[in-house]
């Protein structure tokens, strides 16, 4: 069904709706999607909710997000794109070589992951979202990995050489872990969330470790 087939239930008065291209149509969906969730709850917000939040009709709603899960994985994808997002600029603009600067603004952006004034994310950290909650958190931090591997890492491997082991999974166990320490103590100074990616990263050993071998 496109958007100018759907139609206004019966017996209402059909009126002229603006019809979008697909990927700014689902994008004004989920930002309706968002501010219903974060008005009414996740758990009580309906595709009806949705479709009145953006001024349209349910079928449209339906048209683009088949189910109501398909919706709200929607929204939560966008906000993991958009943490992935945020690692990447940060990436492109930090200066090479400046350790501490470079935790610091790391810092920065998982205390902005987990701001209080958020109803959305504040919703997800209810009892009842603690699955949909930690299904999100494992994919956001998937996602940051996946970036970090594929710019920051190489690029600091080549740079300094890293001394540890298993790197990958060493980043995921970092990750989970600064999350959920500024979540559940927001009152953590940033000195020690730069202490703790130290001494995870053993970053204190840039400078006293061998040259990578170009050969090897």
């Given at each position: ?40 709850g ?30 709200l ?16 600029d ?34 997800l ?29 190489e ?43 130290r ?18």
């Amino acid at each position: 069904m496109s958007e100018s087939e759907d139609a206004e239930p019966a017996g209402q008065q059909r009126t002229t709706r603006t019809v979008l291209e697909p990927e700014r149509r689902r994008a004004e969906l989920l930002d309706a999607a968002e501010r219903a969730y974060a008005e009414r709850g996740i758990s009580r917000t309906t595709v009806s909710d949705v479709a009145r939040a953006a001024g349209v009709t349910r079928g449209l709603v339906y048209h683009y997000f088949p189910t109501a899960q398909d919706l709200l994985d929607g929204v939560l994808d966008r906000r993991v794109e958009a943490f992935a997002g945020s690692v990447r600029d940060w990436d492109a603009h930090r200066t090479v070589g400046d350790v501490a600067g470079a935790l610091r603004d790391v810092i920065a952006l998982f205390r902005a992951q987990t701001r209080p004034d958020d109803p959305l994310r504040a919703d997800l950290h209810r009892v009842e979202n603690a699955a949909l909650y930690q299904r999100f958190l494992d994919r956001a931090v998937l996602a940051v990995v996946d970036t970090l591997q594929l710019t920051t890492v190489e690029a600091y491997s080549a740079r300094h050489g890293l001394a540890i082991e298993h790197v990958r999974a060493t980043f995921v166990v970092l990750v989970h872990g600064l999350v959920g320490l500024v979540r559940t103590e927001p009152d953590v100074p940033d000195e020690v969330l730069a202490a703790l990616v130290r001494q995870t990263l053993r970053l204190d050993m840039v400078g006293r470790l061998p040259a990578p071998d170009p050969a090897g």
